[in-house]
């Protein structure tokens, strides 16, 4: 499938899931009282960074892009280094974690 092609349909989706599950981890956070510094700070991966991927070698042409693990990203920056265990807890407990990165997981 033309990778150009597949982006463009799926973008809406992947959006529409991006603010999904950000409204989701706020509500987690807020249920258990997790102050977070800034509003959670999200994004779809861009063509651009998805061609650069593939140019890289990263990535190969002709497979499929919901192979990508990260075509979305969300930053959650916590108030004070205590509560970081704590979101990691709660997102642990609530998504199957893929991988995990030290401090940053993939699910």
Do not use: C, H
């Amino acid at each position: 499938m033309d990778i150009k092609r597949e982006y463009n349909e799926l973008i809406n989706d992947y959006e529409e899931f991006l603010n999904e599950i950000s409204r989701l981890i706020e509500r987690l956070l807020n249920s258990k009282n997790i102050p977070i510094a800034f509003e959670i700070n999200k994004r779809v991966k861009t063509f651009e960074s998805i061609q650069e991927k593939i140019y890289s070698n990263k990535f190969r042409k002709g497979r499929s892009l919901k192979e990508l693990n990260d075509l979305i990203g969300l930053r959650i920056v916590v108030l004070f280094p205590e509560y970081k265990d704590k979101v990691i807890n709660l997102l642990e407990s609530n998504f199957i974690i893929i991988k995990k990165y030290n401090s940053n997981i993939t699910f």
